[in-house]
């Protein structure tokens, strides 16, 4: 299956920038899924470059979205998601318990209120103009990466620990 908008996906990550061996990736790929699959593993370069546009994501990849934890615009409430890419202006309550690890990015306007319980480990990334509120209890780990603009509150209960890295600029 041919996919009518690759030709455009393609000239606009070249325009970014888009190193070589994904260009090819990109060209290869026959499904909305093997894209979404590519987003995932260069999150860091899709989320630095906003590359695809919100707009493109939701018109071609629609529902699917959701399949890889991609959320735009949304109010969501979620248990233990591996995955969670919170874009545009998503309100995201998230809950993490037992011995469940998973990886946050809260970018755009997201708003994210997330609580890590037991002996779960979380790693969230918090870019731009989102607001995060993590409440760590139990024996939880929690590793936060916050960029310039983005704005955080942390609350630790029992043993748990949250680790804050302030970076010094606003992407990767």
Not at 24 to 35: H, P
Request: proline share 2%; charged share 25%.
């Amino acid at each position: 299956m041919e996919l009518k908008f690759k030709k455009e996906l393609i000239a606009e990550a070249v325009k970014c920038e888009i190193c070589k061996p994904f260009e090819s990736k990109l060209a290869e790929a026959k499904s909305v899924g093997e894209l979404l699959a590519m987003y995932i593993a260069g999150i860091d370069f899709c989320l630095e470059k906003n590359f695809p546009s919100n707009d493109f994501l939701i018109k071609n990849a629609g529902e699917e979205l959701v399949n890889f934890g991609i959320h735009i615009d949304k109010e969501i409430d979620l248990t233990n998601p591996q995955k969670a890419v919170l874009l545009g202006k998503t309100n995201a309550n998230l809950n993490y318990n037992e011995f469940e690890t998973g990886e946050v990015f809260v970018k755009h306007n997201s708003k994210a209120n997330i609580n890590v319980g037991g002996n779960a480990y979380l790693v969230i990334d918090c870019f731009d103009n989102t607001e995060t509120s993590v409440i760590a209890y139990g024996d939880a780990k929690v590793l936060l990466n916050i960029y310039k603009g983005a704005k955080v509150t942390t609350a630790c209960v029992n043993h748990a620990v949250i680790s804050e890295v302030k970076k010094n600029k606003i992407s990767y």
